[in-house]
């Protein structure tokens, strides 16, 4: 007993769940990852969120994303850029995940296989143009915040900006002052609020620089450190209660963004009317810091539109009247299709998940991790999500690889229970509004189970645990003797050989 066979993990994606690199380093034995990463590093989202004003968290969660992966060198043991998943598909026969994968810079497509899949591709990876008529007959640059020309100068340019959500409010707050001439539309209700952990932030919430000397005080005191992290962290996670609809927290959270944005909107009492929520509470979309946008909203030089585009021309667009406005510049910053359906082929005996999903019946997961009779895969950030998915893989993963697990899939009654519970809890929040917008280990009672033996107990092999042929402590069951956790080794207890002793004289 004790034997972890070795397994093979493929995982889609390297945004934030490069961090499970390190727990698979820490907690699992005897298996190999390979990461397949479309981008040319890793990740994800704030890789590819590059734009004007991309809040200052972006880059250094980007930054700090990297130093892990710099630090542990993932990309040499694991991950492979520039590759493309474009088919999965569960062989039941054999207990694998068939693969096919191409290498963007050689273009060519070759296979391969894994007991596990795990897609870490997340939700926000499929961005989408606006709604709007003839958008490709415009003759200037045209971009989207998702995919932002870095290099692109425009001092002096004339620039529209589509979307007045978070990603927009943040490109004209960073672009106003350079630019001839500025247009926006802000068409839907949006809470914008002060930043967040605003005891620990700037003046008006804004984001500030530690200074070098700040940075040296929390890198010599850690303690001192991890308390400062915990205050933060604390106001934070305080913030869940505010989404309760008809609480004392949802209350007071809509009467300071409210008066906030009446106070910054007072010479602009139409753009009040369109942009304070009047039938959802913040939560219901992502409340939006956005330092400088009122200001930029308040200079000669820029226009703000509540009514629709009237139509993209190639020189610029007509407006809600018939107007026509020259511009150079074209920025979209209208979101990702968030339906959660795959981009690829993703087949589990016979059935492909995307079409599952799209019949109109709609998206049942198992508690955001798993998919009902979809075997070994698993889901960072899935529907209903995120979950403890970090502390739930290894574990999974290691039951197969000690019990001769040859597939472990989510049973259809406990996704549907699950989905039930979901869909009643969330009637209590704000994501049912108007507005567009933890586990510590698996149960594995809700999964069907098929052993790669013909009898289910073959893992218990002599009935022998490894450990007590190896020379570790097999008194593991008690309370440890050391925090670190060290085994019980016998050069250190000659203490308790001379206690003994000593009492029998």
């Not at 020309?149 to 960073?174: C, E, F, H, P, T």
């Not at 200079?299 to 406005?325: E, Y």
């Amino acid at each position: 007993m004790g034997i972890k066979g070795k397994v093979k993990v493929i995982l889609m994606g390297v945004g934030a769940s490069s961090a499970f690199f390190k727990k698979a380093e820490q907690e699992m034995e005897n298996l190999e990852i390979v990461c397949y990463e479309k981008n040319s590093d890793v990740g994800g989202i704030w890789l590819e969120n590059q734009y004007p004003g991309c809040a200052g968290d972006i880059s250094s969660i980007w930054d700090y994303l990297k130093s892990i992966e710099r630090d542990n060198n993932f990309i040499a043991k694991y991950i492979r850029l520039r590759h493309r998943l474009e088919h999965v598909e569960w062989d039941g026969a054999a207990g694998l995940w068939r693969c096919r994968i191409r290498d963007l810079e050689k273009d060519a497509s070759f296979e391969d296989s894994a007991e596990f899949f795990v897609n870490a591709g997340g939700v926000l990876n499929n961005w989408k143009w606006p709604d709007t008529p003839v958008l490709a007959d415009f003759k200037g640059k045209l971009m989207h915040s998702a995919s932002y020309d870095v290099g692109r100068d425009l001092y002096n340019k004339r620039v529209a900006v589509i979307g007045a959500g978070s990603s927009g409010m943040q490109i004209v707050a960073a672009i106003q002052q350079k630019v001839q001439h500025l247009y926006q539309w802000t068409r839907s209700p949006i809470w914008i609020t002060t930043g967040y952990a605003q005891k620990w932030a700037r003046n008006n919430g804004a984001n500030f620089r530690y200074s070098e000397e700040q940075l040296k005080f929390l890198d010599e005191n850690p303690k001192k450190y991890l308390e400062y992290r915990k205050h933060i962290e604390n106001e934070l996670n305080q913030r869940f209660k505010f989404i309760i609809k008809a609480s004392e927290e949802a209350r007071v959270a809509c009467d300071s963004a409210e008066s906030g944005m009446r106070k910054w909107l007072h010479n602009h009492p139409h753009l009040a009317h369109t942009m304070i929520p009047t039938n959802f509470n913040p939560g219901c979309r992502r409340p939006t810091p956005a330092p400088g946008y009122f200001e930029a909203l308040d200079a000669a030089h820029t226009t703000i539109f509540t009514g629709l585009i009237g139509s993209i021309t190639p020189t610029g667009f007509t407006d809600h009247q018939g107007n026509q406005h020259g511009v150079d510049v074209i920025i979209c910053a209208t979101g990702f299709n968030t339906s959660w359906l795959p981009r690829i082929p993703f087949i589990a005996h016979g059935t492909n998940l995307r079409h599952l999903w799209g019949t109109g019946k709609g998206v049942t997961s198992y508690l955001s991790v798993g998919v009902p009779n979809f075997p070994n895969t698993f889901s960072f950030y899935g529907p209903y999500g995120p979950l403890g998915h970090g502390s739930f893989l290894p574990l999974a993963v290691t039951k197969c690889q000690v019990e001769g697990n040859k597939s472990l899939a989510p049973k259809l009654a406990p996704a549907r229970h699950f989905r039930q519970y979901a869909d009643l809890y969330l009637q209590r929040t704000a994501w049912t509004s108007p507005c567009r917008s933890v586990m510590d280990a698996p149960r594995y009672e809700d999964y069907e189970i098929e052993y790669l033996g013909e009898n289910m107990f073959e893992f218990m092999g002599n009935g022998f645990e490894v450990r007590e042929v190896d020379g570790r402590d097999i008194t593991n069951y008690l309370e440890k003797l050391y925090e670190e956790g060290q085994d019980l080794a016998e050069s250190g207890f000659g203490w308790v050989v001379s206690l003994m002793e000593t009492r029998r004289l």
